[in-house]
């Protein structure tokens, strides 16, 4: 596996240390921490590492964000990153229950459009996220860069 976070957009080549239960990474006002049961190899702003499972295993890694105005996140514990995970999914279908009972017309349509709007909005207020795909590449495998400014009225 390989760990190459880029805050500020890239404009920042982040610092990143070894915590043990993970890696912290420094860079602009973000701090990221990734939590994972393997040790991982520091080199420059990259980490790496090698996980090796059998059939049906299965290793579940977590991301946390803060910025540094905020208390360092502390790793999650393996059992810890489990729990999260069963209750992100029992959100998720609490949700759908909830919210995915339109059986007309599109319907396979519908209920995705759904999830993705319901992905994108902001948990504390309702705000959808704007711009999601902003620095998305337009190809697989492309780049996503930045294009001339855009120009209205002109």
Request: hydrophobic fraction near 45%; include cysteine.
């Amino acid at each position: 596996m390989e760990f190459v976070p880029r805050p500020e957009y890239g404009l920042v080549t982040p610092l990143l240390s070894a915590v043990p239960g993970g890696v912290l990474a420094r860079g602009g006002a973000d701090v990221l921490l990734l939590s994972c049961p393997a040790a991982l190899e520091i080199a420059g702003a990259a980490a790496t590492g090698r996980l090796v499972l059998d059939a049906g295993e299965r290793v579940v890694l977590g991301m946390t964000h803060r910025t540094t105005a905020e208390q360092f996140p502390v790793p999650r514990s393996p059992a810890e990153l489990e729990e999260a995970l069963r209750q992100t999914v029992e959100a998720w279908r609490a949700w759908s229950r909830q919210h995915q009972g339109y059986q007309g017309p599109w319907r396979e349509l519908v209920h995705p459009s759904g999830w993705v709007l319901q992905a994108l909005s902001f948990q504390p207020t309702g705000a959808v996220v704007a711009a999601p795909t902003t620095s998305l590449p337009e190809e697989a495998g492309g780049r996503a860069e930045l294009g001339p400014p855009l120009r209205l009225g002109a």
